[in-house]
């Protein structure tokens, strides 16, 4: 299990990072290999064990999920159609054959994902600009009601109070709801980020 890291040597967990990096740029998966070989070099010069060291600084899985969440996900698009070997004639063919057929259904998929992010944020917009207009009658409601204490009419004062009162819980509640949609639409968003990232990485470097 990659996950634990009690009693793991350096080599054993430099080794199983090296490899569940392999999906970066060789000189990215270095880069941050390096240094987590320095991370743990530190520890062991404080006097740290070198296995506690290690679970200090975390386990394989931790490290590989902030790593993935911090490179794009076209950087990752790129390093994975990067052509590592020559292309045989077979599957040149069959991709220009088969063009018609999966090059629309990609297309297809991306607008509906495109659709629903559009449709999601429209929500959240709509939300928004009932807020600003809940609370544009918050302040005319107050100026209404100080006008009509001022001349003396103190029922359609009373009445605006209310008015004021009312727009204002509105006000607060659609801000709330404001508040949830855009985080559950970042969330959503993430979430789709990271599914499409680990489909590009690869089962066998994700475990």
């Not at 569940?20 to 743990?40: G, H, K, N, T, Y």
């Not at 006097?47 to 790593?67: L, M, Q, T």
């Not at 992010?117 to 609370?135: G, T």
Request: charged content about 20%; proline content about 3%.
């Amino acid at each position: 299990m990659t996950g634990d890291t009690k009693n793991m040597k350096k080599q054993e967990f430099l080794a199983q990072l090296r490899s569940r990096l392999a999906w970066l740029p060789s000189e990215d998966a270095e880069e941050r290999v390096q240094f987590f070989e320095e991370m743990i070099d530190d520890y062991v010069e404080d006097g740290v064990p070198e296995e506690e060291a290690i679970e200090k600084i975390g386990s394989v899985d931790e490290i590989v999920a902030v790593v993935t969440s911090e490179i794009p996900l076209t950087k990752i698009v790129r390093e994975k159609i990067k052509p590592k070997e020559s292309v045989s004639t077979g599957k040149v063919i069959f991709l220009i054959l088969g063009f018609p057929i999966w090059f629309p259904l990609v297309i297809a998929l991306f607008s509906i994902i495109l659709a629903l992010f559009i449709v999601l944020w429209s929500i959240v917009i709509c939300f928004v600009a009932v807020d600003v207009a809940l609370f544009a009658g918050v302040l005319a409601s107050i100026v209404a009601m100080i006008y009509c204490f001022a001349v003396g009419d103190w029922a359609t004062g009373l009445l605006m109070g209310g008015c004021a009162l009312l727009c204002a819980g509105f006000t607060f509640l659609t801000f709330a709801l404001c508040g949830l949609l855009a985080k559950g639409s970042l969330k959503l968003m993430k979430g789709f980020g990271h599914a499409m990232k680990a489909l590009f990485i690869g089962k066998e470097h994700r475990q």
